[in-house]
T-cell receptor, first 114, second 114 residues
Framework: AQSVTQLDSQVPVFEEAPVELRCNYS??????LFWYVQYPNQGLQLLLK??????LVKGINGFEAEFNKSQTSFHLRKPSVHISDTAEYFC????????????FGKGTKLSVKP | KAGVTQTPRYLIKTRGQQVTLSCSPI?????VSWYQQTPGQGLQFLFE???????NKGNFPGRFSGRQFSNSRSEMNVSTLELGDSALYLC?????????????FGPGTRLTVT
């Protein structure tokens, strides 16, 4: 069965510093991979997605992620964070050819300090 | 294009009551999926509706049900509410069934059960 592990529940970082949020998944078949962001009292906003092709995926707000099939990882990175990036980030997976629902990780709370 | 809308945004109910939540998808989208988000269990898939038919269901008790209307709007119902049903309920719409790669989330309905 597919599963997603987000290795850090909380990541504090100073403004303008780089950040990496880690995500590992488990699946026996090919997958689609996603990163979502959730601001307080809001729904989920898609940051980026990997469907196929280039393993380096660029998303909104300066975020990017790299799909590593051998390590079954999909880590999210940003070279320089802003206070406004403070939010919770969710990694999600869906198996190709499946019924098509998302399996989410438990989330990583990113806290950007001035 | 208007996004996914959910009503009401906040709801307080008493244990044992029932509740109905509504989701209006993006215009032209025919699939609606529902997710429950709690601090303990995280984000979990409830069910997906397409063309007024439930096509996929997560691991939730029968107290959780849903339906979809001919205009693609969807409702979910929870009967005999329990304290543990307190959660943020998110719906997501996509153009066709199972299209997680083209799925957009609404702002959610925050349900509190007292």
């Amino acid at each position: 069965a597919q599963s997603v592990t987000q290795l850090d529940s909380q990541v504090p970082v100073f403004e303008e510093a780089p950040v990496e949020l880690r995500c590992n998944y488990s699946s026996s078949v090919s997958v689609y991979l996603f990163w979502y962001v959730q601001y307080p009292n809001q729904g989920l906003q898609l940051l980026l997605k990997y469907l196929s092709g280039s393993t380096l995926v660029k998303g909104i707000n300066g975020f990017e992620a790299e799909f590593n099939k051998s390590q079954t990882s999909f880590h999210l990175r940003k070279p320089s964070v802003h206070i406004s990036d403070t939010a919770e980030y969710f990694c999600a997976v869906s198996e190709r050819g499946s019924q098509g629902n998302l399996i989410f990780g438990k989330g990583t709370k990113l806290s950007v300090k001035p | 294009k208007a996004g996914v809308t959910q009503t009401p945004r906040y709801l307080i109910k008493t244990r044992g009551q029932q509740v109905t939540l509504s989701c209006s998808p993006i215009s032209g989208h025919r699939s609606v999926s529902w997710y429950q988000q709690t601090p303990g269990q995280g984000l979990q898939f409830l069910f997906e509706y397409f063309s007024e038919t439930q096509r996929n269901k997560g691991n939730f008790p029968g107290r959780f049900s849903g339906r979809q209307f001919s205009n693609s709007r969807s409702e979910m119902n929870v009967s005999t509410l329990e304290l543990g049903d307190s959660a943020l309920y998110l719906c997501a719409s996509s153009p066709i069934a199972g299209a997680v790669y083209e799925q957009y989330f609404g702002p959610g309905t925050r349900l509190t059960v007292t």
